[in-house]
């Protein structure tokens, strides 16, 4: 039955996964727990797909785009994003400054004025708030909106926002 078919499912997914991860799993390692979390998640289409078959499967889709959405970022996305946010923010920041009639310019993500100088660091990036309205506007969009028009607006809008606010922060 079905029970036997979910048994099966998980022994022909979880043990090949599991000799990947194992010989990688450091504890507390953000790579490890990025690896350990797409390999939950893929033990779980597996077991799905094994299960149910693969009409009920691409049913799914949406879900697991979810999951993966909300995994932690690995390092080196996460370090170009947040680098690059934060240079972003600095370069908007010295414009508006500048435009205020202040005088500023931008070193990097530093910010250098006459009477000081202010830098953008990496918990300023933005890159939390940006995942988390992803994750969001991704869930509303596709569980409230049937048209992929209307879904990628609200995506756009919820990453526009963010980068708006965090300028204005």
């Not at 009920?56 to 932690?72: E, F, K, W, Y």
């Not at 202010?118 to 569980?143: K, N």
């Amino acid at each position: 039955g079905i029970r036997d078919k979910l048994v099966t499912g998980v022994q022909t997914c979880a043990l090949p996964i599991s000799e990947l991860i194992a010989p990688h799993a450091v504890l507390f390692s953000r790579p490890a727990a990025w690896l350990h979390a797409v390999a939950a998640t893929l033990v779980t289409c597996g077991v799905w797909l094994r299960a149910f078959g693969p009409r009920a499967t691409r049913r799914l889709v949406p879900a697991i785009l979810l999951m993966l959405l909300a995994l932690p970022v690995p390092d080196a996305l996460w370090n170009g994003l947040s680098g690059f946010l934060k240079s972003g923010v600095s370069l908007v920041a010295t414009e508006l400054l500048n435009a205020a009639g202040i005088a500023a310019r931008q070193q990097g993500s530093v910010i250098i004025t006459a009477g000081a100088s202010v830098g953008v660091d990496d918990a300023c990036s933005g890159i939390r708030s940006l995942q988390a309205a992803v994750v969001s506007a991704f869930f509303l969009g596709q569980f409230g909106l049937r048209r992929a028009l209307h879904r990628a607006w609200l995506l756009a809008a919820g990453v526009g926002v963010v980068l708006l606010a965090n300028v204005v922060r």
